[in-house]
């Protein structure tokens, strides 16, 4: 029998991008990533949450997965299909635990920042457009790896940029957090992808 996600819609305000933003969030109690993700991480869905934010007066839209785990034998048994979900050519984050998003933090394990699904924009045209993947061709062939935040300016998806002062902003790609503790997750212990960027942001108060 499957437990049934508690749900919690909270509103913070927050500094973003040098001014003040109000976060509407809502909280999941189970993961609830798409059923399309690999079967093997079925398995973490009562030990994860999923947030669905969207920021204001800056439309900032993204779901955030969350995974915690309490042992490295669970996290080492995951980690290869966590990896299957990234995008092509993203870069994974380093963060030290315990890490706090949102008012949620974990100790160790992994977030997943993903696309807004089916998020309506309307543009200066009075036309309708999804906020969301599958994003138009341009998108592919413009950039060797899909930008992490798009705009939609000038009837087309642009790469966002910190000047951007209002609007929609849609995060564009899948992008892994990777919260080591040094015991659970332990990156002496556990593969990286080769070729792959890595940002450690251990030691710096950059946050997602």
Same mark, same amino acid.
């Given at each position: ?11 913070? &305000? ?17 993961? &609830? ?66 890490? &706090? ?21 309307? /543009? ?33 998806? /642009? ?44 030691? /710096?108060?950059?946050?997602?």
């Amino acid at each position: 029998m499957c437990r049934r996600p508690l749900t919690v819609i909270l509103i913070v &305000t927050v500094p973003f991008l040098s001014f003040l933003s109000v976060a509407n969030i809502s909280i999941s109690s189970r993961g &609830t990533w798409p059923d399309s993700w690999p079967e093997e991480l079925e398995l973490y869905r009562n030990q994860a949450k999923t947030m669905d934010v969207g920021t204001f007066p800056m439309d900032r839209r993204e779901i955030i997965h969350e995974i915690s785990f309490a042992t490295h034998e669970e996290f080492r048994k995951a980690w290869p299909h966590i990896l299957k979900v990234r995008s092509p050519g993203a870069p994974i984050f380093i963060e030290r635990g315990p890490s &706090t998003v949102w008012s949620s933090t974990i100790q160790a394990g992994v977030r997943i920042f993903c696309p807004s699904d089916g998020v309506l924009i309307q /543009t200066p045209d009075g036309q309708q457009q999804i906020g969301s993947p599958p994003w138009p061709d341009y998108i592919g062939s413009e950039f060797d790896v899909v930008p992490e935040y798009l705009v939609h300016h000038e009837d087309k998806y /642009t790469p966002f940029e910190r000047t951007y002062r209002a609007g929609h902003v849609f995060r564009a790609r899948v992008d892994i957090v990777l919260i080591v503790d040094g015991k659970v997750v332990d990156l002496n212990r556990i593969p990286l992808p080769a070729d792959t960027l890595v940002v450690d942001r251990r030691f /710096t108060k950059e946050g997602s």
